[in-house]
T-cell receptor, first 115, second 111 residues
Framework: EPEVTQTPSHQVTQMGQEVILRCVPI?????FYWYRQILGQKVEFLVS????????KSEIFDDQFSVERPDGSNFTLKIRSTKLEDSAMYFC?????????????FGPGTRLTVT | DAKTTQPNSMESNEEEPVHLPCNHS???????IHWYRQLPSQGPEYVIH???SNVNNRMASLAIAEDRKSSTLILHRATLRDAAVYYC????????????FGKGTKLSVIP
């Protein structure tokens, strides 16, 4: 069964450093998402992306964050200058369509630890 | 998205059916009811969704009340692998397609 993959599984970085989290969505999917989950808290939506554009973003997704689809397979989340509060699990998801009847497939996540 | 209410936790014995309730009294006519689950240390996983009629798939069944103000996710025979947090999510028929997760119900399965 096709699956979403994410690398690395765990990233440790120092405060103020830039990080790039990578995702490979399911190959025929057109819609891509990033979510995050701070330890012990809810899963929170960050951004959705379609046709090389952001289609929706949350208040969390400020100027420190950016997303990109640099080639036909990867989807990345960049945090320009990490803060301690960025420590969380980051989940990438993809869906075939953006219709409400289509499910989102999630990757296993990248654990980001900012020290 | 409209608000849902779920119990914080539930327990089930292995190989017995589990009924996970969800209240959504402010649901609108075009809101779909989705269920996702999150196994320990994994990303969320789609389980099932429905609009008005009851639905079955290989993972579970979804029973929707006639007034649509509540629904129940049914796992017919709980296994240890079903221990997870289960999220009931309402998704609008049009507009935003992000998933809005609540705290969900943490299901423990007792061997």
């Amino acid at each position: 069964e096709p699956e979403v993959t994410q690398t690395p599984s765990h990233q440790v970085t120092q405060m103020g450093q830039e990080v790039i989290l990578r995702c490979v969505p399911i190959s025929n999917h057109l819609y891509f998402y990033w979510y995050r989950q701070i330890l012990g808290q809810k899963v929170e939506f960050l951004v959705s992306f379609y046709n090389n554009e952001i289609s929706e973003k949350s208040e969390i997704f400020d100027d420190q964050f950016s997303v990109e689809r640099p080639d036909g397979s990867n989807f990345t989340l960049k945090i320009r200058s990490t803060k301690l509060e960025d420590s969380a699990m980051y989940f990438c998801a993809s869906s075939e369509r953006d219709r409400v009847t289509y499910e989102q497939y999630f990757g296993p996540g990248t654990r980001l630890t900012v020290t | 998205d409209a608000k849902t209410t779920q119990p914080n936790s539930m327990e089930s014995n292995e190989e017995e059916p589990v009924h996970l309730p969800c209240n959504h009294s402010t649901i609108s006519g075009t809101d779909y009811i989705h269920w996702y689950r999150q196994l320990p240390s994994q990303g969320p996983e789609y389980v099932i969704h429905g609009l008005t009629s009851n639905v079955n798939n290989r993972m579970a069944s979804l029973a929707i009340a006639e007034d649509r103000k509540s629904s129940t996710l049914i796992l017919h025979r709980a296994t240890l692998r079903d221990a997870a947090v289960y999220y009931c999510i309402l998704r609008a028929g049009a507009g935003s397609y992000q998933l809005t997760f609540g705290k969900g119900t943490k299901l423990s399965v007792i061997p």
